[in-house]
T-cell receptor
């Protein structure tokens, strides 16, 4: 069964600190892995997209890593800001849908940054 | 270039009524996807459409739900005879035409429609 599991479920950190969110997936075949940020009451916004050949990709203070062998990904946030408070969702494209673009979503990690 | 637009943003229906959710994709985008997010759960794929065609509806409930993306106008997700379990946020995403797979399928999400069934 194609699944995407994220940890931790929720996280509270102080402003200025770093944090790392984890994602494990069992989707096969694999096309690409994405991290989205979803603010409360809003739609998800893409942070990074990585194919199996990419190990790391950065977008400002966000850095995603991918290990296609162990089927694990992480999202590292440096120097957190209050505006980073949101749900971070790991999403994998692939599986039997192949090139139809169907995405499989993780449950998300809810991050709260406190002053 | 306006983003993906959805309306209404909030919709309240009584049990048994019909709900119609609209999605206007980004300009130049010909692929539309609908997702449902139940309270405290992740997004779940429902249906993938291109203009006048349903490409993949494997995530759609077999009854009461239908979707269309006509040649002209927005994509419509229609829920007939709504029940309390239909209460959720419904998100639409769009992507541009392109080569199969990978980065060609970056999806841009709308703000969602929050459906409440009373």
């Amino acid at each position: 069964k194609n699944q995407v599991e994220q940890s931790p479920q929720s996280l509270i950190i102080l402003e200025g600190k770093n944090c790392t969110l984890q994602c494990n997936y069992t989707v096969s075949p694999f096309s690409n892995l994405r991290w989205y940020k979803q603010d409360t009451g809003r739609g998800p916004v893409s942070l990074t997209i990585m194919t199996f050949s990419e190990n790391t990709k950065s977008n400002g203070r966000y850095t995603a890593t991918l290990d296609a062998d162990t089927k694990q990904s992480s999202l590292h946030i440096t120097a957190s800001q209050l505006s980073d408070s949101a749900s971070y969702i790991c999403v994998v494209s692939g599986g039997l849908s192949g090139n139809t673009g169907k995405l499989i979503f993780g449950q998300g990690t809810t991050l709260q940054v406190k002053p | 270039n306006a983003g993906v637009m959805q309306n209404p943003r909030h919709l309240v229906r009584r049990r048994g009524q019909e709900a119609r959710l609209r999605c206007s994709p980004m300009k130049g985008h010909s692929h539309v996807y609908w997702y449902r997010q139940l309270p405290e759960e992740g997004l779940k794929f429902m249906v993938y459409l291109q203009k006048e065609n349903i490409i993949d509806e494997s995530g759609m409930p077999k009854e009461r739900f239908s979707a269309e993306f006509p040649k002209e106008g927005p994509s419509i997700l229609r829920i007939q005879q709504v029940v309390r379990g239909d209460s959720a946020a419904y998100f639409c995403a769009s992507s541009p035409p392109g080569l199969a797979g990978g980065l060609a399928y970056e999806q841009y999400f709308g703000p969602g429609t929050r459906l409440t069934v009373t």
